[in-house]
């Protein structure tokens, strides 16, 4: 039996996500599904930890845009990043997967909060841990919580789970000639301004070497392809390409 290339995960999924086709609030088939598929990837002996963003509800940055104080608009992001990972914890549970939901903005009638040390001890015992409300400061995204809780949970990667199936130099949903790319280095995904993360969370990744995967949600089976090792998406790592085959 072929054995997972990567045995502990940070899975991020953006709100947008949660959404499917309503295109806002949460579609319980969707998440459903998502659930469907992390029971699967964790039956094979992998710990995860999971990152939810609160798009589908609230941006933050949005907000501020309209005159909204930006801290206020930011921490009422963090909430939404909760509510989503409620919905996400009630249906993994209904899968038979033990999870644990973690918040860095303290709740504790439905959460725990966040401690480094539970949170591996939980993922050693099987469990998944979804790690909410952001950071707990403001002006930091749910991309950068994702770098931040691999970097101190010591995950083998990131995988950004996208509406599309990789990165391309362009908007392939607006320009039909867009080019996708298989690798990319940090220093790339940087200069080039591509949009898949924030440059804070960027560099978070590249100072602490944890490789990213970027693949597209909507295919089922694609969480499990991509922590198995399969080719799928873009591959962004260290300087050099050719890391994927290592």
């Keep these: 039996m072929v054995a997972p290339k990567y045995t502990r995960i940070v899975l991020k999924l953006s709100g947008e996500a949660l959404a499917g086709t309503l295109g806002f609030g949460i579609d319980p088939d969707v998440v459903n599904n998502i659930a469907r598929q992390i029971k699967d990837v964790v039956s094979h002996g992998v710990e995860m930890a999971i990152v939810v963003g609160g798009g589908n509800i609230w941006r933050g940055v949005a ?77 930091f995204s749910t991309d950068t919580t994702a770098a931040l809780r691999a970097a101190e949970i010591e995950a083998q990667v990131i995988l950004m789970a996208k509406r599309v199936d990789g990165v391309y130099d362009s908007d392939p949903m607006k320009n039909p000639d867009a080019i996708k790319f298989d690798e990319l280095s940090y220093i790339e995904m940087i200069n080039r ?54």
């Design 63 to 139: 907000g501020s845009a309209k005159g909204m104080d930006r801290a206020t608009a930011d921490y009422m992001g963090m909430l939404a990043t909760i509510m989503n990972s409620l919905a996400l914890h009630d249906a993994l549970q209904k899968h038979g997967v033990h999870t644990r939901t973690q918040t860095a903005i303290e709740m504790k009638e439905v959460a725990e909060p966040y401690i480094r040390r539970r949170a591996i001890r939980h993922m050693e015992k099987g469990r998944v841990v979804i790690f909410a409300g952001g950071t707990g400061n403001p002006y």
């Design 193 to 246: 301004g591509l949009g898949i993360m924030d440059s804070t969370a960027a560099s978070l990744c590249m100072d602490n070497k944890i490789p990213l995967i970027v693949f597209d949600l909507n295919v089922d089976g694609n969480i499990k392809r991509a922590v198995f090792g399969e080719k799928i998406g873009t591959y962004i790592g260290g300087e050099t390409l050719g890391k994927r085959d290592n």
